[in-house]
């Protein structure tokens, strides 16, 4: 028997997505660039996580969305590629750690459950984390790695890809937005 628990028993509650923010004051500036939030994809048979600060929430296509910036060579892009859902985790302060942990080393080399002590929920056809905050589910949408003679400002080209890793950007459509009672 697993003893794993569902979204439900760790006490979070399932909102549309149009209800993220629910308080009115969800800032995605603050959310994703300065609090951070966890990429992960899989399931129990395998899955990996990392560090993002990258990325947005917006609309297109007349759908409520998510975007992921993932460069070649970390892990996490080989399960994003195989799956068709991922989620997005937003974690209280006290995992300011675990996140630089699981945004330090590689899941090629370190098991980042054991040692950052982030437990794996598994739902939704992918993974997510008991201890989150807030839990996007997505499902992708759109996928394009992007091109050095697409820059318009060839200055974000030459700071951010001296090793020429340009990210893979991932369009996905926000299914679910599971929320902690607080
Ligand atoms: C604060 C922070 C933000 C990061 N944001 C991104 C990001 O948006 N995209 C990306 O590809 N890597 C980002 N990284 C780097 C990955 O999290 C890091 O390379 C990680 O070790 C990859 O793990 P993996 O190989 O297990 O996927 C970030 C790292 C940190 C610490």
Sequence with gaps: MSNAKTFD???FTKTAP????????????????????????????GWNTMTASWGFMGVMWGKNVAVAAIRPQRYTKEFVDKAEYFT??????????????????????????AETGLVPLFAENTT????????????????QDMKPECFTDVSCDGQWYPNKDYHTVYVAEILAVYRKKH
């Design 88 to 113: 997005l985790s937003f974690f209280p302060e006290e995992y300011r750690s675990a996140l630089a942990f699981c945004g330090k080393y590689s899941g090629r080399d370190r098991d980042k459950a």
């Design 9 to 11: 028993q760790l006490g």
């Design 128 to 143: 997510a984390f008991e201890q989150a905050e807030t839990v996007i589910v997505c499902r992708k949408l759109y996928a």
């Design 18 to 45: 149009d209800e993220l923010d629910r308080d009115g004051n969800i800032n995605p500036f603050k959310m994703i660039g300065k609090d951070w939030m966890l990429v992960t994809a899989g399931n129990e048979s």
